[in-house]
């Protein structure tokens, strides 16, 4: 492997920790918190999208840099994507690839939805449904997003491994 390979690896890995364990925490941790933090649910519900788009400023660009570097380690199927049907390592990664942009598709949806405007109505609209439909849809993007990186790196894990299916 040449030096530069190497890097770019490095790089993807560093992106994946910022994206994976910054999700986990705010999915595992920080959301389910929302229950016990702040005076009233108007608070919490604001707490959570101001760190969500503090995370955001490195989510965001962690996940692009997995999207290119992970192309960069993928350029000999990229070159020939036959070859991506041709061994158990193309078909993981193939399955990787789709895995990411179904969880690239989730969080843009996630990013859209709690727009500034839905903060500003929070902080408006005291009605305790819509307040909590949006807490639950919150939490709920959450555990989706982490569940599919998890899933991600379980095929990052087995592409590591060179697993094969017989
Ligand atoms: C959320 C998105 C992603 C995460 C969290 C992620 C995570 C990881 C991790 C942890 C590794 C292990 C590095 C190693 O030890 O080799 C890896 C390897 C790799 N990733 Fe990703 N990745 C993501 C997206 C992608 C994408 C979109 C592609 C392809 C377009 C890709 C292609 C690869 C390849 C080819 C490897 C090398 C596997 C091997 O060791 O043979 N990744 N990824």
Not at 13 to 42: D, Q, R, T
Not at 64 to 93: A, C, H, K, W
Request: charged share 15%; net charge positive; hydrophobic share 55%.
């Amino acid at each position: 492997m040449i030096l530069i390979d190497g890097i770019i690896i490095w790089i993807h890995l560093l992106a994946a920790c910022i994206w994976v364990g910054g999700s986990i925490f705010i999915g595992l941790i920080l959301a389910p918190m929302l229950k016990n933090i702040g005076n009233s649910i108007e608070e919490r519900l604001t707490l959570m999208i101001k760190v969500g788009r503090r995370f955001n400023k490195f989510a965001f660009p962690s996940f692009i840099i997995l999207i290119v570097s992970g192309i960069y380690n993928s350029r000999l199927f990229f070159e020939n994507p036959n070859n991506f049907f041709e061994s158990d390592y193309g078909i993981l990664l193939f399955m990787k690839i789709i895995l990411t942009i179904i969880t690239f598709i989730s969080y843009i949806i996630h990013i859209k939805t709690f727009g500034k405007e839905i903060e500003n109505r929070i902080l408006e609209d005291h009605d305790p449904q819509y307040l909590k439909s949006i807490r639950s849809k919150l939490i709920g993007y959450g555990r989706l997003i982490v569940i599919l990186s998890v899933f991600i790196l379980l095929f990052a894990a087995l592409l590591d491994s060179g697993v094969k299916f017989s």
